[in-house]
């Protein structure tokens, strides 16, 4: 039993750290883009920016929940999908877990 245990633990750290490596080649990439184009002149280039500064930010937060952090996961479901388990995890407080509550059921109520 210890060995597939061990066996899972190096895969997950396997998977965090390509995760991880991903994310860096994403915001290397960004930090190119914003090097080599004026924020004066348009172009193509620069209008991928922020979509590709968001996958650098997805693909850290993936890393982030694969090492287990339901925070980070917590984070990623929209409200209208949270379960009470999610908000526990986001919820700094049992008022601020109101509020996640409240926007919860105001987005549910929402698309009904």
């Known amino acids: 039993m210890e060995n597939a245990a061990e066996a899972r633990a190096d895969e997950r750290a396997r998977i965090v750290a390509d995760l991880r490596r991903a994310a860096e080649g994403y915001r290397s990439y960004a930090a190119f883009i914003e090097e ?39 984070r990623l479901i929209p409200p209208v999908l949270q379960t009470d388990e999610d908000i526990a995890a986001l919820a700094s407080s049992p008022e601020d877990a109101e509020v996640h ?8 109520q929402a698309q009904e």
């Not at 080599?36 to 997805?58: G, K, R």
């Not at 509550?101 to 549910?108: E, G, K, S, T, Y």
């Open 36 to 74: 080599i184009t004026d924020p004066s002149t348009p172009c193509d280039l620069s209008d991928s920016l922020p979509v590709v500064q968001a996958e650098a930010e997805m693909l850290e937060n993936a890393a982030k929940v694969a090492e287990g952090d339901r925070r980070a996961l917590a």
């Open 101 to 108: 509550r409240r926007i919860r059921d105001h987005a549910v």
